[in-house]
């Protein structure tokens, strides 16, 4: 059953301090239009930039995930993507007048609360997923971070948790689709070590964190002069040690509320792929390093799937508009240079040409012997005398004229090219031809693969006898 894509009805706002800069930032959320996904906008820059939730634009994952993009930066992203992604928006956008999103209470929930004010509504577009086929793993052996994603038919996660800690323990959290993350997950707050609490407050660190929006885990003594130290720092009366180990906190909200928090953190990170995601993944101790690293996986994924998609079908068995003696009417390249075999389609503005790679060409002997490679080079030259065509098609008597290729830019090799490989050449004039100068951007496959993208420039001209005497001149005299 298909579903539509979401965005929320009404601008809503709220406002807090960033946990590291202490920076008062307001958040203001707004409708998106389908397939924007979501992109923050800091109002409070000159141009007011956006920054795409990219995992492209990550710039730092430490003690949280920041983007950056068109010169500018935004923080702490991950509670806010958890609360639009826990709630199935697919769009929006989000405006802040700082550069980190603010802490709250360490949660998802404020933002959650907030989007449900603002309302949720259907929009005409049909969700798109990204819909796992293969297992997908990621290792960080010096973390000790493992995560392995299979396919399923909906978003599942679980996460476990280890630090070694007698307090923490180990703990394990999970949710089977979704739906359950506003109830399950997104009141779970941030937690910190104690010893992590001190060294980033040495650091001058957590400007705008409290005892309101984390859970400190104390796992060693705490003496008295400590406790007057944090009491200080915290601008709290009395600090204490309380149930298991936890700082002047409250009750839990749940008995593995860091594991659940780790698990929202997760969700938010995997949010800038660009996507939802159907897959189960199960990670052992996340963190944001972890997180964006396995997101760059399978974007990458994606991405690939993108590129077999919009790769182009061509018949490779249909009669040929040009075989390789119509060929050579049109071009002066002979064997061994001649690089095109067929020419499968030629219109106004672009041609279609195909080179089968045998083992027999004469550049495998010395390129390179026992790994043989077709050079880039070569490739580019078939590219061109492929578009050669399609610039000779524009003057009434080609077998007068040569393309002579003047420039050639932003080439990019993607695969190699081997033995019993079919290389096809699509390529587009991009502009009409002026004083016969032309440009045309031309891709080679191999399959669904992209072998080769370049823009190329040529200009078409006469031919010239071999005494150097121009046709034009000859002309003229008779």
């Given at each position: 059953?298909?579903?539509?894509?979401?965005?929320i009805?009404?601008?809503?706002?709220?406002?807090?301090?960033?946990?590291?800069?202490?920076?008062?930032?307001?958040?203001?959320?707004?409708?998106?239009?389908?397939?924007?996904?979501?992109?923050?906008?800091?109002?409070?820059?000159?141009?007011?930039?956006?920054?795409?939730?990219?995992?492209?634009?990550?710039?730092?994952?430490?003690?949280?995930?920041?983007?950056?993009?068109?010169?500018?930066?935004?923080?702490?992203?991950?509670?806010?993507?958890?609360?639009?992604v826990?709630?199935?928006?697919?769009?929006?956008?989000?405006?802040?007048?700082?550069?980190?999103?603010?802490?709250?209470?360490?949660?998802?929930?404020?933002?959650?609360?907030?989007?449900?004010?603002a309302g949720?509504?259907?929009?005409?577009?049909?969700?798109?997923?990204?819909?796992?086929?293969?297992?997908?793993?990621?290792?960080?052996?010096?973390?000790?971070?493992?995560?392995?994603?299979?396919?399923?038919?909906?978003?599942?996660?679980?996460?476990?948790?280890d630090?070694?800690?007698?307090?923490?323990?180990?703990?394990?959290?999970?949710?089977?689709?979704?739906?359950?993350?506003?109830?399950?997950?997104?009141?779970?707050?941030?937690f910190?070590?104690?010893?992590?609490?001190e060294?980033?407050?040495?650091?001058?660190?957590?400007?705008?964190?409290?005892?309101?929006?984390?859970?400190?885990?104390?796992d060693?003594?705490?003496?008295?002069?400590?406790?007057?130290?944090?009491?200080k720092?915290?601008?709290?009366?009395?600090?204490?040690?309380?149930?298991?180990?936890?700082?002047?906190?409250?009750?839990?909200?749940?008995?593995?509320?860091?594991?659940?928090?780790?698990?929202l953190?997760?969700?938010?990170?995997?949010?800038?792929?660009?996507?939802?995601?159907?897959?189960?993944?199960?990670?052992?101790?996340?963190?944001?390093?972890?997180?964006?690293?396995?997101?760059?996986?399978?974007?990458?994924?994606?991405?690939?799937?993108?590129?077999?998609?919009?790769?182009?079908?061509?018949?490779?068995?249909?009669?040929?508009l040009?075989?390789?003696?119509?060929?050579?009417?049109?071009?002066p390249?002979r064997?061994?240079?001649?690089?095109?075999?067929?020419?499968?389609?030629?219109?106004?503005?672009?041609?279609?040409?195909?080179?089968?790679?045998?083992?027999?060409?004469?550049?495998?002997?010395?390129?390179?012997?026992?790994?043989?490679?077709?050079?880039?080079?070569?490739?580019i030259?078939?590219?061109?005398?492929?578009?050669?065509?399609l610039?000779?098609?524009?003057?009434?008597?080609?077998?007068?004229?040569?393309?002579?290729?003047?420039?050639?830019?932003?080439?990019?090799?993607?695969?190699?090219?081997?033995?019993?490989?079919?290389?096809?050449?699509?390529?587009?004039?991009?502009?009409?031809?002026?004083?016969?100068?032309?440009?045309?951007?031309?891709?080679?496959?191999?399959?669904?693969?992209?072998?080769?993208?370049?823009?190329?420039?040529?200009?078409?001209?006469?031919?010239?006898?071999?005494?150097?005497?121009?046709?034009?001149?000859?002309m003229?005299?008779?």
């Amino acid at each position: 059953m298909s579903e539509k894509q979401r965005t929320i009805k009404n601008p809503v706002s709220l406002s807090g301090r960033g946990l590291h800069t202490g920076i008062l930032t307001t958040v203001t959320f707004k409708a998106a239009p389908v397939n924007h996904w979501f992109k923050f906008q800091r109002v409070d820059l000159p141009g007011q930039p956006l920054i795409d939730a990219d995992v492209d634009n990550v710039k730092n994952t430490e003690r949280g995930t920041s983007l950056e993009q068109n010169g500018a930066k935004i923080a702490t992203t991950e509670h806010v993507l958890a609360a639009l992604v826990g709630l199935g928006i697919d769009n929006a956008l989000i405006e802040v007048t700082g550069p980190e999103i603010p802490i709250m209470d360490g949660s998802s929930k404020q933002f959650v609360d907030a989007l449900e004010k603002a309302g949720i509504v259907e929009q005409e577009a049909e969700r798109t997923y990204f819909e796992l086929k293969d297992n997908l793993t990621y290792e960080d052996n010096e973390k000790h971070i493992e995560m392995l994603a299979v396919p399923q038919d909906t978003f599942r996660l679980t996460v476990m948790v280890d630090y070694n800690s007698p307090v923490l323990g180990t703990q394990h959290a999970a949710i089977y689709n979704t739906s359950e993350f506003k109830k399950e997950i997104a009141a779970c707050r941030t937690f910190v070590f104690l010893h992590e609490l001190e060294i980033l407050l040495s650091h001058n660190l957590i400007k705008g964190g409290d005892m309101d929006n984390a859970i400190v885990l104390v796992d060693r003594d705490l003496p008295r002069e400590k406790h007057e130290y944090l009491a200080k720092v915290f601008n709290k009366p009395n600090i204490e040690v309380k149930g298991k180990g936890i700082l002047n906190n409250t009750q839990l909200k749940f008995f593995n509320e860091p594991a659940r928090h780790k698990l929202l953190d997760m969700v938010g990170d995997l949010a800038l792929v660009g996507m939802p995601i159907k897959a189960h993944i199960l990670a052992a101790r996340p963190g944001h390093s972890g997180n964006v690293a396995f997101a760059k996986k399978i974007k990458e994924v994606i991405k690939k799937e993108k590129a077999k998609k919009a790769a182009p079908r061509f018949n490779l068995n249909a009669e040929p508009l040009m075989n390789v003696v119509d060929i050579m009417k049109f071009l002066p390249h002979r064997p061994p240079f001649l690089l095109v075999d067929k020419i499968l389609e030629l219109g106004p503005t672009h041609v279609v040409g195909i080179k089968n790679v045998t083992m027999n060409e004469y550049f495998f002997e010395g390129h390179y012997p026992g790994n043989p490679i077709m050079p880039g080079v070569l490739q580019i030259e078939a590219m061109a005398q492929t578009g050669g065509i399609l610039a000779l098609k524009s003057v009434s008597n080609p077998e007068d004229y040569l393309a002579y290729f003047m420039k050639i830019d932003n080439v990019r090799f993607r695969n190699q090219v081997v033995p019993g490989d079919t290389l096809v050449f699509r390529l587009e004039m991009s502009g009409e031809i002026r004083r016969g100068i032309f440009s045309m951007k031309g891709t080679a496959y191999v399959g669904d693969k992209i072998a080769t993208e370049a823009e190329l420039m040529a200009q078409i001209s006469r031919k010239r006898p071999s005494n150097g005497t121009s046709i034009e001149k000859i002309m003229a005299k008779k």
